[in-house]
């Protein structure tokens, strides 16, 4: 196996694919937002990112051997909190710009910190008392604007779904960081997927869209987009420690802006722009206390 060191530049430039596909899937999902709910969305996400994975697993000799489990419990409720963020997450994007959707999701490192305190018994630091702040500060100036009631109760209801996505996605990641002893990457991610599958299957009896060719060739590539980002962001984390990613972590916001402006013709918000700089500073400097108490271990 190659060593986490050995090629770091490899693992940056998957780190960068990882967030083309990503905004690759978040696109999909709000082009077709009009038409197709939220739980069927959900469903062929899920679905069809199986298809990628279980090659990925396939590859490594990891599938079906890799996906036995000794915590279940553990796996369900990861696969649970996943799940509802990305119901949260697609509701989210359907509402709001894919950039404002995805500078929400860099809420989840300063949720996992608050998280890794309340949760896991780790020390309240300076670190994390600023990245509080700065991510709050930063919220308050993404959602201010929305306030107006000239704006309308749409884009309000994105930025509670937004966020209420990022409080879940770091739940799933704490639970991740338990389970992972015992458990493999294969299971983690084969399991949560197939939970997400048939929680949006049980959305079917509120009724799903008859979809047209073209609306079902963009739910498919929302599931090959967001298995294919699942897996160059595993390999990256192979080839590259994650402190040294961090900063490639800003370029994947380059991405939905570029979106939205040249697919939607949306332009980027001042309110964006404003809360831009204190939320990556506040995901910063979550960063750098996970840096900070890393150096300590490595000596």
């Known amino acids: 196996m190659d060593s986490i060191q050995e090629r770091p530049v490899l693992g940056i430039w998957l780190r960068i694919l990882s967030g083309v596909l990503f905004t690759g899937m978040l696109v999909c ?25 279980v090659v990925f697993l396939i ?48 809420l ?78 294969a299971s983690i991610a084969f399991y949560f997927i197939l939970v997400s599958a048939l929680a949006g299957l049980a959305t079917l009896p509120w009724g799903w869209a008859p979809l047209t060719p073209t609306e079902f060739g963009i739910l498919v590539l929302s599931g090959l987009f967001g298995g294919a980002a699942h897996i160059a962001m595993t390999f990256a984390l192979r080839y590259a420690e994650a402190s040294r990613l961090a900063p490639f972590e800003y370029i994947a916001l380059v991405w939905p802006v570029l979106a939205d402006w040249l697919l939607f013709g949306l332009p980027i918000s001042s ?17 750098l206390e996970g840096r900070r108490f890393k150096r300590p271990l490595q000596r």
């Not at 937004?162 to 015992?182: E, M, P």
């Not at 309110?271 to 960063?287: D, K, T, Y």
């Open 29 to 53: 999902i709000k082009a077709v937002s009009d038409e197709v709910p939220v739980g069927q969305s959900v469903f062929f996400r899920s679905v069809f990112a199986l298809l990628p994975i």
């Open 59 to 106: 590859v490594r000799h990891e599938f079906p051997g890799g996906l036995a489990t000794r915590r279940p419990l553990g796996h369900a409720l990861r696969s649970g909190l996943g799940a509802a963020a990305m119901f949260a997450s697609f509701a989210a994007v359907a509402l709001l710009p894919v950039a404002e959707a995805t500078l929400l999701a860099q």
């Open 108 to 185: 989840t490192p300063v949720f996992m910190a608050v998280g890794g305190v309340l949760l896991l018994g780790e020390k309240f630091s300076f670190y994390r008392a600023g990245a509080i702040v700065l991510a709050l500060a930063g919220m308050a100036v993404l959602v201010f604007p929305g306030l107006d009631p000239r704006a309308g109760g749409g884009q309000m209801t994105g930025y509670a779904l937004g966020a209420l996505s990022a409080l879940l996605t770091a739940g799933a990641l704490l639970t991740v960081r338990r389970i992972s002893r015992t458990e493999t990457a």
């Open 271 to 287: 309110g964006f722009i404003l809360a831009l700089p204190l939320m990556l500073s506040g995901v910063g400097l979550a960063a």
